[in-house]
């Protein structure tokens, strides 16, 4: 019962920590939804086909030709196959490899046949639906294992559905609910035990004292007569000490029944004791939040200060910058002014080398000219004397 009861209050809490709706939220969860849906409805309707086989003529006319055909084949196929087990069974070992090999050939026919079957029928949804209501009787194992499935399904859908995060924290509840209530039960339990062993205690003390009183009335009855009055007050000590025993066993049941308050008013201690720990936790939560939105505020007026010393620089880097623009254009047009001037002193220091080399050519040429005037000057004056020397020799002669 203590087992059956934590149970149901570990489902309760689970409950609690996850009340939201089971809602796929990702694709993937989606397509694994499907995928097991898709197993569970291949379950209910291969649970359904040997009930469908069993009764194929009530079926035929709803399940068509194509349908037909393939439950039968899938029925011959099941017939060998339970015929081959039981020669299987009853026969020797000889011949046990073949037949091995015989079963699985016939598995694997089998499994190709339940496909086929399968495949026709979940092809025609309003077909599956029908024979659902018409042919709903399943066995056990496959109604337990389609349950079991199912289970399954909504298992790892919640497990899908829950992060890490969620997981940790709903473990750790639980475990902590656990180990809270192993503690209450075994408190109840020790308790539930003493006070049975006193209720036993006193059922066999009344026990006792009511065979005694039996056994007295049994050995007094041929005494009746002269023995009244010590009956009566035998009866009446026997009441006496049974209404003694019996209050004291309520004192007794009180006392345990105060014990059971005291330990649910140490319980209620513990949980306020939890709370104001938690409520403190909650202050020293608040607090350091309090301290790290201060620690924002001051960051962001430093920030603002910086920015704004920032802007300031930013504004005198522009001024510098607009006049380093401005006597970058004028040390750009000095340089063209420099370079159009020093182009003009090259032309001039040109013109002037050429000039001067030009005269210096025809400086050469004149004095070559002069030259050969000076040697044709000379040499028509050696001429001239030549030949009046000559016209002297002829005149001596």
């Known amino acids: 019962m203590a087992a059956s009861k934590m149970a149901m209050i570990t489902l309760d809490a689970m409950k609690t920590l996850d009340g939201r709706q089971l809602k796929p939220n990702s694709i993937e969860t989606e397509r694994i939804v499907a995928v097991l849906d898709e197993v569970i409805a291949k379950l209910e309707m291969s649970s359904l086909i040997p009930c ?4 194929l003529d009530k079926f035929a006319d709803m399940l068509g030709p194509e349908i037909t055909t393939n439950l039968i084949e899938h029925r ?3 017939n060998e196959m339970e015929h081959l087990l039981s020669s299987s069974e009853e026969g020797d070992t000889a011949r046990a490899e073949e037949r091995r090999g015989c079963v699985c050939l016939l598995e694997q026919h089998l499994k190709c046949s339940v496909r086929n079957v399968l495949r026709l029928l979940l092809a025609n949804p309003s077909l599956c639906q ?3 209501h018409e042919a709903w009787v399943r066995g056990p194992p496959a109604e337990a294992f389609i349950k079991a499935f199912g289970e399954f399904r909504s298992f790892m859908l919640e497990r899908l559905l829950t992060s890490p995060m969620e997981e940790e924290e709903k473990i750790q509840f639980v475990e902590d609910i656990s180990l809270q209530i192993e503690k209450n039960t075994e408190a109840i339990t020790a308790l539930q035990a003493q006070l049975a062993a006193a209720t036993r205690a006193r059922e066999e003390e009344i026990h006792k004292k009511d065979n005694l009183i039996k056994d007295l009335k049994t050995s007094m009855q041929d005494l009746i007569k002269d023995c009244k009055a010590s009956i009566q007050q035998l009866k009446q000590e026997g009441q006496k000490q049974r209404e003694e025993q019996l209050q004291g066993s309520q004192a007794r049941c009180a006392r345990l029944q105060q014990d059971i308050q005291q330990l649910g008013t ?4 513990l949980v306020l004791e939890h709370r104001a720990s938690e409520l403190a936790l909650r ?3 608040r607090r350091a939040e309090t301290e790290i939105v201060n620690w924002i505020e001051k960051y962001d007026t430093d920030i603002g200060e910086k920015q704004a010393e920032y802007e300031e620089l930013h504004v005198a880097y ?3 910058k607009a006049q380093l623009s401005l006597l970058m254009e004028k040390h750009d047009v000095l340089l063209q002014e420099y370079s159009q001037i020093d182009e003009e002193r090259r032309i001039r220091q040109k ?6 080399k030009e005269l210096s050519t025809m400086t050469l040429a004149a004095i070559r000219i002069q030259a050969c005037w000076r040697g044709y000057l000379v040499r028509s004056l050696f001429k001239s004397k030549r030949k009046k020397k000559g016209k002297g020799k002829k005149t001596k002669k």
């Open 76 to 78: 011959k196929l099941s």
């Open 283 to 285: 202050k020293r939560k």
């Open 351 to 356: 013109e002037e080398e050429e000039a001067l």
């Open 130 to 132: 029908a024979l659902k």
């Open 318 to 320: 522009m001024e510098e």
């Open 266 to 269: 140490q319980l209620s201690a």
């Open 52 to 55: 469908i086989i069993s009764s």
